[in-house]
C-alpha cells in the first residue's frame, strides 16, 4: 500500500491526478477509493483548524491558551503596560504630557451616540444627532481659542508643545468631522438597505482609526502585512483588521492589534455558552464548565474570542513587548475591550515545534468594554492611549524631530 505519510500532506488535486494516472498502487481500488473519500472531509477540518479566522476558544485551550474568568479595570491594565514600557522604551515621558491629557478632560466634554440597527429607520434620530455634533465641533473651536488667549500658560515657551498642541487640536476636529460623515453615510445608506451592513462595518473600523489619531497614535491596516507562525507542520497566516506598529531602530516591532467583532455577533447572548449552561443540571455549570462560562464569553462569540487569540499569538514574536507579551483589542462596534497575553518561551516553543501544548498554559487578561464615544468611558482610556501613542512615535520624535538637534550636528 502507498505511504499514507507522503499521501496525507498532498493536496486533493495532487491525488486526483494520481488516481485516473496509468501508474498504480498496491492496494486495491475499493481501497483507494474508500481513502479518498474520507480524506477532503479529514483536510477540510484540518484546515479549519490552521486558519486563524476559523478559530474557536476550543482551538486556543488546544494549544493551552485561555480567557480570564473576570477582566481587569482600565487603571490596572494600563499600570501593567506602562511597567513593560519602562523595559523596552527608553524615552522619558514629557511633562507636556499631562497637559494633553488634561486638554482632553476639559476639550472632549461630549459623548455622541451611534445609531443602531433598531433606530437606523429613523431620519430624525440621525438629524438630531448631525445637530449634536455640530454643536460640539463649535464648542470644541471655542475651547481651543481660549487656550490660545492663554498660549504661554497653557503651552509654555517650548515649541514642541505648540507643535503638538495643533496636531492635538486638528485630530479632534478630523474624528468630530468625520463623525458627521459617518452619520451621512449611515443616512444615505437607508434606501439601500443591502448596502448598509458593508458600510456600517467600514465606517466604523475608520471611525476608531480617525479617533486613535488623536493621541498620535498611527494605525494602518492588518492586511499591509501578513504574519505567518509555523505550527508543527502547518504555517499559519495572521491579518488582523487594524495594527500599531513601533519603528524602533531594531525592527518594526507590533505595539497592538486589533480585531473588530462583526455587529451581526450574538451580543449580549453567546448561544455556544448557553447551550453548555443548560446540559448542566439544575442550571449549574460543572466545574469543567466554569472557564467557558466567564465574563468575556457572554459577550462575544467563541469565534470572535477564538481569532482574535489567535492574532495575538501569531503576533508576539513581532511584539514590542517580546518575547513574553503581546497587547491588543477588540472592538465591537463603538466599544474597546483592551487585551493583552502572556506566555513563556517554553509554552510557545511547544506550540511552534510540536504542534500541540501539553503542561503549558497561558492566560488573556482584558478590560471591559469601554466606548470611546462616551465620555466617561474616554476618560478612562487617557493614559493608556497617551503611553502608546508616545511610544509608537517614539518619544514624538518620528512627528516632530528636535530641530536644535539637526542644528547641533549640521554645525559639528
Not at 148 to 163: D, H, P, S, T, V
Amino acid at each position: 500500500m502507498a505511504s499514507t505519510e507522503e499521501e496525507r500532506f498532498k493536496p486533493p488535486k495532487f491525488k486526483r491526478k494520481r488516481q485516473m494516472s496509468s501508474v498504480h498502487d498496491s492496494s486495491s481500488s475499493s481501497d483507494t477509493a474508500t481513502n479518498y473519500r474520507a480524506r477532503p472531509k479529514k483536510s477540510h477540518l484540518h484546515a479549519d483548524r490552521h486558519v486563524i479566522s476559523k478559530w474557536t476558544t476550543k482551538t486556543l485551550v488546544e494549544y493551552g491558551i485561555t480567557y480570564d474568568n473576570n477582566p481587569i479595570s482600565i487603571e490596572e491594565f494600563s499600570a501593567k503596560i506602562q511597567s513593560r514600557a519602562r523595559e523596552v522604551c527608553d524615552k522619558k515621558m514629557p511633562d507636556f504630557l499631562s497637559i494633553l491629557k488634561m486638554l482632553c478632560k476639559r476639550g472632549l466634554i461630549f459623548s455622541l451616540e451611534v445609531p443602531e440597527k433598531e433606530t437606523l429607520k429613523s431620519l430624525d434620530i440621525i438629524s438630531d444627532s448631525m445637530t449634536k455634533a455640530r454643536k460640539i465641533l463649535n464648542d470644541f473651536d471655542a475651547f481651543i481659542n481660549d487656550i490660545l488667549i492663554k498660549e504661554e500658560e497653557y503651552l509654555g515657551k517650548e515649541w514642541r508643545n505648540k507643535a503638538l498642541f495643533f496636531a492635538w487640536s486638528h485630530n479632534v476636529r478630523s474624528f468630530l468631522n468625520y463623525y458627521k460623515k459617518f452619520l451621512d453615510k449611515m443616512n444615505s445608506s437607508m434606501t439601500e438597505s443591502w448596502l448598509a451592513k458593508p458600510d456600517r462595518e467600514a465606517c466604523l473600523k475608520e471611525l476608531f482609526m480617525v479617533f486613535s489619531k488623536i493621541f498620535f497614535l498611527e494605525p494602518e491596516l492588518g492586511d499591509k502585512e501578513v504574519k505567518r507562525l509555523i505550527i508543527g507542520s502547518h504555517v499559519v497566516s495572521c491579518i488582523p483588521d487594524i495594527r500599531f506598529t513601533w519603528l524602533n531602530t531594531i525592527q518594526r516591532s507590533v505595539l497592538m492589534m486589533l480585531t473588530e467583532a462583526k455587529k451581526d455577533e450574538p451580543f449580549p447572548e453567546n448561544r455556544q455558552f448557553e447551550s453548555r449552561k443548560t446540559k448542566t443540571s439544575g442550571g449549574n455549570l460543572s466545574d469543567s464548565d466554569q472557564t467557558f462560562g466567564n465574563y468575556i464569553h457572554r459577550i462575544l462569540s467563541i469565534n470572535v474570542l477564538g481569532q482574535h487569540g489567535g492574532e495575538l499569538l501569531s503576533e508576539l514574536r513581532s511584539s514590542a513587548f517580546a518575547p513574553t507579551m503581546v497587547v491588543g483589542c477588540i472592538c465591537k462596534g463603538t466599544e474597546i475591550i483592551f487585551t493583552y497575553m502572556e506566555m513563556t518561551q517554553n509554552h510557545l516553543n511547544k506550540i511552534v515545534y510540536d504542534g500541540k501544548c501539553e503542561g503549558e498554559s497561558s492566560l488573556i487578561r482584558y478590560t471591559k468594554p469601554l466606548n470611546y464615544l462616551m465620555e466617561e468611558d474616554r476618560n478612562k482610556c487617557l493614559d493608556l492611549l497617551f503611553l502608546l501613542g508616545f511610544m509608537q512615535t517614539s518619544g514624538y520624535e518620528d512627528l516632530y524631530p528636535n530641530p536644535e538637534g539637526r542644528l547641533k550636528r549640521s554645525n559639528a
